[in-house]
């Protein structure tokens, strides 16, 4: 007996520590951010760059937080090293049909997509569908992007097929989200297009001017241009890069790379403004009473203080970083003529760069409002297709979500999903190959069957 109570004891100390030690990596995590994020996680096998100097993956993390909810819904999954994928699917799914987790939706939907056997026929397309009617194709896209690029992580070690799998479809969905014209989207897709694929790219839209006739060197890839121009239309930063790149041609075109540099300083690049200012004083851009110049350096050094001091600079700091930057005495003298429009020019792009942030954020706000609403009617959606199936006599249909948050459950291998020419590589996301009939039925969606 006392054996029998010593043996159980060490059981629940190790189970017990176990459990501490996941909590604690967590909130790790949650601190810190995640491996991936962190830039320790490779990238893809086919991948052009490993990015040996971690501006990629510094990018890929900036993308990562653009949804801070969907990094905790995540979390929530415990989906760890590839394994637990039952106890995951089961979470989320929960957390979408009882707390009305829009994000859990995508997980739910990538999930099924990358890890099918066992689960009913069209169980992914279902899902996937029914969470794109929640939202604008954009948002929708998106969110399943960013969803299968937090799952690559733990499947890219032990299931390497699975995690290539994850990003190439999140790779077709950024494609989507960036297609209609979603900003958020558009930057992703740039940055997947930079780090490299193999999958075709078909533009989905004529541009309106010819691109830089740039190498491919760097990331200069034609799919990597098409995005920068999109996202330089849109309001990135990415403008300033498209205008330098105008200037590098064999044959530079000037009126081009001032037009997309002002562009990129109108929504608060500073970089932007002191090429610009450069430009303008060696002669490449006109400036004849040199008053472009002026403002340019004045809104450089405004924009470099607010960013560094969190609020407007003074006319004293004015002064200082005009020192500091070692400005000759005709550049001071004319930011001493123009200062009163420099700042003026910088406050205004600022407060258009600030309302234009706020209206987005609320709009995204609002589109989750919606989706919450609509959420109900999913699960109730798929409530009555289980119970289709199981009338049917299939049974590997999914009962309701349990009432209860479902605890961890198993850890089978996730199937490895074949490609297949309806899928990512023909550059949209679509259905795999239903799940073998002979296979016995292990679905995340069944508690039960477990």
């Given at each position: 007996?006392?054996?029998?109570?010593?043996?159980?004891?060490?059981?629940?100390?190790?189970?017990?520590?176990?459990?501490?030690?996941?909590k604690?990596?967590?909130?790790?995590?949650?601190?810190?951010?995640?491996p991936?994020?962190?830039?320790?996680?490779?990238?893809?096998?086919?991948?052009?760059?490993?990015?040996?100097?971690?501006?990629?993956?510094?990018?890929?993390?900036?993308?990562?937080?653009?949804?801070?909810?969907?990094?905790?819904?995540?979390?929530?999954?415990?989906?760890?090293?590839?394994?637990?994928?039952?106890?995951?699917?089961?979470?989320?799914?929960?957390?979408?049909?009882r707390?009305?987790?829009?994000?859990?939706?995508?997980?739910?939907?990538?999930?099924?997509?990358?890890?099918?056997?066992?689960?009913?026929?069209?169980?992914?397309?279902?899902w996937?569908?029914g969470?794109l009617?929640?939202?604008?194709?954009?948002?929708?896209?998106?969110?399943?992007?960013?969803?299968?690029?937090?799952?690559y992580?733990?499947?890219?070690?032990?299931?390497?097929?699975?995690?290539?799998?994850?990003?190439?479809?999140?790779?077709?969905?950024?494609?989507?989200?960036?297609?209609?014209?979603?900003?958020?989207?558009?930057?992703a897709?740039?940055?997947?297009?930079?780090?490299?694929?193999?999958?075709?790219?078909?533009?989905?839209?004529?541009?309106?001017?010819?691109?830089p006739?740039?190498?491919?060197?760097?990331?200069?890839?034609?799919?990597?241009?098409?995005?920068?121009?999109?996202?330089?239309?849109?309001?990135?930063?990415?403008?300033?890069?498209?205008?330098?790149?105008?200037?590098?041609?064999?044959?530079?075109?000037?009126?081009?790379?001032?037009?997309?540099?002002?562009?990129?300083?109108?929504?608060?690049?500073?970089?932007?403004?002191?090429?610009?200012?450069d430009?303008?004083?060696?002669?490449?851009?006109?400036?004849?009473?040199?008053?472009?110049?002026?403002?340019?350096?004045?809104?450089?050094?405004?924009?470099?203080?607010?960013?560094?001091?969190?609020?407007?600079?003074?006319?004293?700091?004015?002064?200082?970083?005009?020192?500091?930057?070692?400005?000759?005495?005709?550049?001071?003298?004319?930011?001493?003529?123009?200062?009163?429009?420099?700042?003026?020019?910088?406050?205004?792009?600022?407060?258009?760069?600030?309302?234009?942030?706020?209206?987005?954020?609320?709009?995204?706000e609002?589109?989750?409002?919606?989706?919450?609403?609509?959420?109900?009617?999913?699960?109730?959606?798929?409530?009555?297709?289980?119970?289709?199936?199981?009338?049917?006599?299939?049974?590997?249909?999914?009962?309701?979500?349990c009432?209860?948050?479902?605890?961890?459950?198993?850890?089978?291998?996730?199937?490895?999903?074949?490609?297949?020419?309806?899928?990512?590589?023909?550059?949209?996301?679509?259905?795999?190959?239903?799940?073998?009939?002979?296979?016995?039925?292990?679905?995340?969606?069944?508690?039960?069957?477990?």
């Amino acid at each position: 007996m006392v054996e029998i109570l010593s043996f159980l004891f060490v059981v629940f100390f190790v189970v017990g520590l176990f459990y501490i030690n996941t909590k604690l990596d967590r909130a790790i995590e949650a601190r810190m951010g995640t491996p991936l994020e962190r830039g320790e996680v490779a990238f893809p096998s086919f991948a052009r760059t490993q990015d040996p100097e971690g501006t990629l993956h510094a990018e890929l993390a900036d993308l990562l937080a653009l949804r801070p909810d969907l990094k905790n819904t995540f979390a929530q999954g415990g989906l760890t090293g590839g394994g637990n994928v039952v106890g995951a699917g089961e979470r989320w799914r929960w957390a979408a049909c009882r707390q009305r987790n829009v994000y859990a939706a995508a997980l739910t939907a990538a999930l099924c997509r990358l890890c099918p056997d066992g689960l009913p026929d069209g169980e992914a397309d279902f899902w996937q569908q029914g969470f794109l009617d929640l939202l604008d194709e954009g948002e929708g896209h998106f969110l399943l992007g960013l969803s299968y690029l937090r799952l690559y992580e733990p499947f890219h070690e032990e299931y390497a097929s699975v995690a290539e799998e994850a990003w190439l479809q999140a790779v077709a969905h950024f494609r989507h989200s960036a297609a209609a014209g979603h900003r958020e989207g558009i930057d992703a897709a740039l940055l997947m297009a930079e780090i490299g694929h193999d999958l075709p790219f078909t533009p989905p839209a004529k541009l309106p001017e010819p691109l830089p006739s740039c190498s491919k060197k760097n990331g200069r890839n034609a799919e990597a241009m098409y995005w920068r121009y999109r996202a330089a239309e849109a309001g990135s930063i990415a403008a300033s890069i498209l205008g330098v790149q105008y200037l590098k041609q064999s044959r530079p075109d000037k009126a081009r790379a001032e037009r997309w540099l002002r562009q990129a300083m109108e929504h608060g690049d500073y970089m932007a403004a002191r090429i610009l200012f450069d430009k303008y004083r060696s002669g490449k851009f006109p400036d004849e009473t040199e008053k472009n110049a002026a403002l340019c350096m004045i809104f450089f050094i405004c924009q470099c203080g607010l960013l560094e001091f969190k609020r407007d600079i003074t006319d004293a700091e004015l002064v200082s970083a005009e020192e500091e930057l070692e400005l000759d005495a005709h550049v001071r003298r004319l930011i001493a003529t123009h200062k009163t429009e420099g700042r003026e020019l910088h406050a205004r792009i600022m407060k258009d760069v600030y309302a234009k942030a706020d209206a987005a954020a609320e709009q995204l706000e609002r589109r989750l409002a919606q989706a919450r609403e609509k959420l109900p009617a999913l699960c109730r959606k798929a409530e009555e297709r289980q119970r289709k199936l199981l009338s049917a006599g299939a049974g590997d249909a999914a009962p309701a979500p349990c009432e209860t948050t479902p605890q961890d459950t198993g850890k089978p291998r996730p199937a490895a999903p074949a490609r297949n020419s309806a899928g990512p590589l023909a550059g949209k996301p679509a259905s795999r190959q239903p799940a073998r009939k002979a296979e016995p039925r292990r679905s995340f969606a069944r508690p039960d069957k477990r």
